[in-house]
């Protein structure tokens, strides 16, 4: 697509948008969902409840299982409608619940289909009769064929830049090599200064959510976050210059949003860099 094709393209669907766009919406997302119509998203972005009975503000979910995945699947679906033919949807869960997804699910519904891993440390679940969990899954469902990558967004510099091949290929534009499939970060609870001052349960870490968000898509382009939670992903889109739109059930977590979009609470970014920024 030339330039002015894409320019319109993103005038006409802010136009349709409008009410939707870079807010948080206190609503149930399946609701938001129906509301929003076809092929109009860039990045949908899903981490959704686990399942595991996590309790957010006093509410906990857990299903029997095929309900849960029956809901899973679902809520895929009904992203897959939303999200542009030259889109991409990722889900994080655990790996038996995304397991089902793909199997179930994403397989026929779309193009491609392939799983990362996101490995953290931690200091939880350890037995003396295996080995200790210590990694996420993420689908990346591309939607068609003609769902876009952006490697030179997310390249990882080439080890050996003397090479006669390398040096052909930083030539023709090439910024680096694909990361590998495996992302490693710290988990954010419990562990970094973000979790001191945002009260959440399950923050993904900034490092993740951006790299996936920038791998497939360009500023000005639409996320859709279907779980706000901390506003962790709001906030990353905002710093990348992406346009987003998020839901959240809870009402605490949402006053919690809007204060850090009033700038009235310091970033991820401010408090891990220990600016000595108070509040
Ligand atoms: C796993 S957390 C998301 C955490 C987020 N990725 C972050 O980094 O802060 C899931 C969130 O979804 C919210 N939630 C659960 N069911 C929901 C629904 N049907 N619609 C909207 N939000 C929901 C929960 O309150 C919780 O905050």
New binding site residues.
Partial sequence: MSSGVIQKDIKVRISVLEKFLNRIHN????E?LRLLPDRMIDCIYS????NKG?V??G?S?SKKFDHYISDYISLASESLRVLKDTGSAFF?NYPKNNAFLWTRYLDDACFDVQEYVWTYNSNIGHSPNRFTTAHRSILHARKTKYSVFYKNNVAEPYINQSDKRIREKIKLGSKGRSPYSWFYADL?KNVSKQHKR?D?P???PDKI?SLLIKSVTSPGDIVL?????????IDVCRKLDRQWIS????EG?CEQIEKRLDNKILTFEELNNDTGKKL
């Fill in positions: 609503m149930d997302i399946y938001l981490d959704v409840d686990y996590i957010y503000e509410k979910y994080i954010v945002i959440h399950c923050v993904i959510s976050i279907l779980f706000a939670g901390s506003g962790s992903e839901a959240e059930l809870n977590y």
